[in-house]
């Protein structure tokens, strides 16, 4: 009797202890996550790792793409150092490897040699991919993202573009956007610690 009583006892722990989980607020990543996860139209790029690449790089891992360029001042060596830091946190949290494309968003100055040189810095888990505007900007747009073309003529210019950063599934199609934060006099960069932290609740 006294065992069935201690049985009866631990069940009840069991299923009490479910229910308070159950209904204990979720943790909800703070990235916009796209449900269901969205398809990359066609495109072809040239990678520093892989020569020509298309949709078909991106799939079997998981992909942070950001747009930037090897000229840039501040937010492109801050991303490219921030994630560097915060890969191996990344990678173990996914049970596919974490690759790290840096788009680059000025294909006058950024050809493959100077790309490969720049993005071979920061590690083997880092690929730089280009092309011209005519493949690169589709490509961009569909990513949700955007950049400026400098004038014809210009040497010595700036490259607008946005600080966000993609997050590509296994299959290859969009899954989050991380968008970077824009503090007075801060260079607008994006959290990666809340970066880690939703990627972990999205790789679960």
């Known amino acids: 009797m006294s065992r069935f009583i201690t049985v009866s ?7 009490a ?3 308070v989980y159950s209904n204990l607020p979720q943790a909800k990543p703070e990235a916009l996550i796209y449900e269901p996860p969205r398809a990359l139209k066609p495109f072809t790029l040239t990678s520093t790792n892989d020569g020509e690449v298309s949709n078909n790089a991106l799939k079997g891992q998981w992909t942070l793409l950001f747009t930037g360029y090897t ?44 790309l490969q040189e720049y993005v071979g810095y920061f590690g083997d888990n880092f690929v730089g991919v280009r092309a011209e505007h005519k493949s690169l900007f589709p490509f961009v747009r ?3 993202l955007m950049y400026s073309i400098p004038e014809e003529g210009e040497e010595n210019y700036l490259v607008n573009h946005r600080a966000a950063i993609i997050l590509v599934n296994p299959n290859g199609h969009r899954k989050a956007i991380f968008n970077a934060d824009h503090k007075r006099g801060e260079i607008p960069v994006v959290d990666m610690e809340q970066l880690k932290r939703d990627f972990a609740i999205i790789t679960d």
């Open 17 to 19: 202890g479910w229910l």
């Open 142 to 144: 569909d990513l949700g």
């Open 9 to 15: 006892v631990a069940v009840i722990a069991l299923i």
């Open 71 to 114: 000229f840039c001042p501040d937010i492109c060596p801050t991303t490219m150092s921030d994630l560097k830091q915060a890969l191996p946190e990344l990678q173990n949290s996914a049970d596919a490897p974490v690759k790290v494309w840096m788009i680059s968003v000025d294909p006058k100055r950024d050809n493959i040699e100077r």
